[in-house]
């Protein structure tokens, strides 16, 4: 179902703003939720692990040492990103339609540092608890986010900010 929203009245209208024109857009109709996706995939791994086919990764003490800093890395990532987010007044949730294109933080070196950041979680937390169905469910997610997610946010973004989108998508890669 395709929702409709107006940028809010005072949005920024001059000519070098990155601020969306005064227009009602649909917003993107994605295959599936990104939060839930990576939620999902975890617990089932989890579950596959528990009651299934429980395999290791056989690191020890590193693999929780390595599963740490992994997951702090996403997280800081993922924060870094909402930072992003906060500076330009816009929301990444995807339904509320952005009223700024972010370019700035780490959207200066990657187009999709939320994703990212959910994925070296749920990666690290594989690793960390030494689960490799997380490893393994990584795959499908990255697959669904990619085709179901991003690839329609892309071209919702190109409509909505036009030119601008074009030329940010030509500079910064989609992952890393």
Known sequence: MFFRRKPPPDWDDSPSSDRVEDKDTKLPKLAAQPPAVFLLAMLGGAVIDAYAVPLSIGLGWAGGVLGVLIVATGIALTM?????????????????????????????????????????IMLGIGIGTNMPWFLIAAVPVMAIIHYGVVLREEAYLEDLFGERYRTYRAGVRRWV
Not at 83 to 103: E, F, G, I, N, W
């Open 80 to 120: 870094m990103a909402m930072q992003a987010y906060r500076k330009a007044a816009s929301s990444p949730d995807p339904h509320h339609m952005p009223t700024a294109l972010v370019v700035t933080g780490p959207y200066a070196r990657t187009r999709n540092p939320l994703y990212l950041g959910t994925l070296m």
